[in-house]
């Protein structure tokens, strides 16, 4: 099949966005590819096509557990085989999923940087016939980028793996300096770049200064028709501004990643279904959205990054209409972020000692622990050893990057069934064990090909269907668990933290300072960038286009500055004008002010008596009596 009829059949389009053809082409050619895409540019087009339109599986590494769930559901509404491994999978199951990438007929595999590290998944890799790697988010790769990942950087040990398959990493924001190192990072064999433009010339950016956030909110939300994003700095802070929205008459909601999975989709939703009109959420919310309507995202808090605020305020007008992406911005902000940035680098002893806690938070005597997984309540840790949260979660990060730990975020996974027995076996058991024969009919009738993978099950739809108790079912599928009949993974929406090394003692434990001197460096710079963006008045298109190392002197017209300009320029235009009608009308005679009122054709009442005033200030006119003369 040709990349236009796959397009076609499996899409609906008749032709590419622009420069994805180019990009489809280029991997077609065994191209290593570095696509530069706006949010809402189609990039998952960009790797899907061309693996569909190729004998083969794809694999796709991505960060965004949400984002790779999101994907395998609407690859598998479009009739396409796809399976992600993502955290909170149990061994066997990720076992059986990884055969049937090599055995079976699945197009892609979706899979986290950290599942990369697994000896097992990296040697079931190297039997696939893997058509291409694209590697998501790709600025992830870059010590220099926005949002670093340390596990990103064995991607590199995938080349080993199928040296000849093409690599396509996919991006929406990247400096000059990070596209370079991507290319270096994933050994592409010649650079190779494809990068549409930054500029977004339907989206209208504002920065206003409120003291009063939520009063221009409010005025936003009324003033702007349609679907709006309001992001906000922390889960509290979701819940009071939805409920305030909602006191004054706009329909919101709130999101963050603390919400359990299955309520977070239904929230989201219900956003996109437009039951929802305004969504209050923190930076966890919007990554693979697509919702074309946006009319308006709104940043009550400062951004982290230009990067980050460009990705989060392109998410308003992807249908090409007029957006707009405002900022509402005080002097605390930068008070705040600058103590963001504070907390973000502890020092090594802080380290070691949050390393410490970890330890014998999971009960692991020294030299244990390597290759465990634990399901991880990060609010219940910080509690027991009165941890500031924002600090440990970066400590976090560096103990990743020194290979320490891996923490992943948290994700839904609904309860799965595997039958552990074949046909014949499980016959016996229901003539020997005949009071589960009713259950176990009703759960093969319920849900099917359980004898070759695990089956997603809702406990208390079965519950339903076989006239149990919600908890009798669970205790019925943990003893057919127990004598071995059935698999049975239970449902969990908890972060999980896996110990990549046996756990060390606080001696040595090796920090590496230098990185964090290094990362430092670069927040400090991205902290400038922001600050500079909300408080010095330049076209914001052109700020952000040159962040991104486009250069453009061409004004946008249509942010706050522009606008602003163009109403000075107009209010200047305007005063010249009525003050020559004034000294025009009274060169052929003397009038009243009330018969010079009426002559002037320009302006409203007050900018005629302005321009009045200020002509008599300057001697330029002479009364006599009530009229007026040169």
Not at 356 to 365: I, S, T, V
Request: glycine share 6%.
């Amino acid at each position: 099949m040709s990349i236009y009829q796959v397009l076609k059949k499996y899409w609906n389009f008749d032709s590419f966005r622009p420069l994805q053809e180019d990009i489809i082409l280029s991997i077609l050619e065994g191209r290593d590819t570095l696509a530069l895409l706006p949010t809402g540019g189609g990039k998952s087009v960009c790797f899907q096509v061309p693996a569909l339109a190729m004998p083969g599986i794809c694999i796709v590494v991505s960060p965004l557990i949400a984002l790779m769930k999101d994907q395998v559901e609407n690859l598998k509404a479009r009739g396409i085989e796809a399976v992600a491994i993502v955290s909170g999978m149990g061994k066997r199951e990720v076992d059986i999923l990884l055969d049937n990438c090599v055995y079976g007929p699945i197009k892609f595999l979706y899979l986290s940087p950290e599942r990369l590290m697994s000896d097992l998944v990296r040697e079931r890799i190297r039997y696939m016939n893997v058509n291409l790697f694209a590697v998501d988010e790709a600025h992830c790769i870059s010590q220099w980028g926005y949002d670093f990942r340390p596990p990103y950087l064995e991607l590199a040990n995938l080349r080993e793996l199928h040296p000849k398959v093409p690599v396509l990493a996919l991006t929406a924001t990247a400096t000059e300096f990070v596209v370079e190192d991507i290319q270096v990072r994933l050994a592409f064999k010649k650079k190779n770049v494809f990068r549409k433009s930054f500029e977004r010339k339907n989206l209208s950016y504002i920065v206003s200064h409120e003291d009063n956030k939520l009063r221009k909110l409010f005025a936003i939300a009324n003033k702007v028709p349609g679907t709006g994003i309001v992001y906000v700095r922390n889960r509290r802070e979701t819940q009071e501004v939805a409920r305030q929205l909602n006191a004054h008459g706009i329909q919101a909601d709130y999101y963050h990643a603390g919400i359990p999975g299955l309520q977070r989709s239904e929230k989201q939703e219900a956003w996109k279904n437009n039951e929802v009109r305004v969504i209050v959420a923190t930076n966890a919310f919007g990554m693979g959205i697509d919702k074309p309507d946006v009319r308006f995202v709104v940043h009550l808090d400062l951004p982290e990054s230009l990067e980050a605020y460009y990705q989060e305020a392109g998410r308003a007008g992807r249908d090409e209409k007029k957006a707009f992406g405002v900022l509402l911005y005080n002097k605390a902000d930068r008070l705040q972020l600058e103590r963001k940035l504070e907390l973000s680098f502890p020092s090594a002893e802080e380290i070691k000692q949050v390393y410490h806690f970890l330890g014998n938070y999971f009960q692991l005597a020294y030299e244990s622990g390597e290759g465990l997984t634990f399901e991880f309540d990060i609010a219940d840790f910080c509690s027991r050893y009165k941890l500031e949260p924002i600090k440990t979660l970066n400590i976090f990060k560096f103990l990743e990057h020194d290979g320490y730990i891996s923490l992943t975020e948290s994700v839904y996974l609904p309860s799965r069934v595997k039958i552990a027995v074949g046909n014949e076996e499980l016959y016996r058991f229901q003539i020997e064990y005949a009071n589960y024969d009713a259950f176990i009919k009703m759960l093969l009738r319920s849900y099917g090909g359980m004898f070759d993978q695990y089956a997603m099950i809702r406990e208390a739809d079965l519950a339903k269907r076989v006239g149990m108790r919600f908890d009798d079912v669970v205790k019925t599928l943990d003893k057919l668990e127990q004598l071995e009949i059935i698999s049975y993974l239970k449902q969990t929406d908890k972060p999980q933290i896996f110990f990549s090394r046996a756990r060390v003692d606080t001696q040595n434990l090796h920090v590496d300072t230098k990185y964090i001197r290094q990362r430092k460096e670069v927040m400090q710079q991205q902290v400038n960038a922001v600050l500079e963006y909300a408080e010095v008045k330049k076209c914001r298109s052109i700020m952000l286009l040159r962040y991104f190392d486009e250069t453009s002197e061409e004004k946008c017209g249509v942010c706050d500055v522009c606008i602003a300009e163009k109403r000075s320029e107009s209010k200047e235009t305007v005063d010249a004008r009525i003050s020559y009608e004034i000294l025009e009308i009274l060169a052929v005679g003397h009038f009243t002010i009330d018969e010079l009122l009426v002559r002037i054709t320009v302006g409203s009442e007050a900018e005629k008596i302005a321009a009045f005033r200020n002509l008599l200030d300057a001697g330029k006119l002479k009364i006599d009596g009530e009229k007026y003369y040169l």
